[in-house]
């Protein structure tokens, strides 16, 4: 049979075992902390993605009622930059008359902008559109 040696007093097996808690503790501390940071940057570029979203679907809506505008009168003037909710649009017409025309539409939520560019080859006795892009800049 093995005998227990007496040479170590009993307080330092407790010891070693806060010593092994503390330890432990320390290591799950470090795991919430990093899963917590971690979460934390996901939530913010869930909200930003958001906000994309936002501005692009703005800048379209925004170029909609300019050509709404348009399609009523032909020297339809955008009032300026409008605000929507947490965003704002601004709109450029270019050209003038019936055809030809270029409207460039800038939706803004927050930190992020979305431009759309729209041309249009006529707006008599419909509009016809050549493109309706996203840009990155006019």
């Avoid at 227990?4 to 010891?15: E, F, I, K, L, R």
């Amino acid at each position: 049979m093995k005998e227990h040696s007496m040479d170590q007093p009993a307080s330092a097996n407790g010891y070693s075992t806060i010593f092994a808690v503390v330890v432990l503790g320390a290591i799950g501390l470090s795991i919430v902390l990093s899963v917590l940071a971690t979460s934390g940057l996901a939530l913010r570029g869930a909200s930003v993605l958001e906000h994309s979203y936002q501005s692009k679907a703005l800048a379209d809506a925004c170029a909609e009622v300019v050509l709404s505008g348009l399609r009523l009168d032909e020297n339809f003037t955008w009032p300026g930059e409008m605000t929507l909710g947490e965003g704002a649009c601004d709109i450029v017409v270019l050209g003038e008359g019936d055809s030809n025309r270029i409207i460039q539409s800038t939706g803004v939520v927050r930190e992020v902008t979305r431009r759309a560019e729209v041309q249009v080859s006529s707006l008599l006795p419909q509009i016809s559109l050549t493109s309706w892009r996203e840009v990155a800049g006019f």
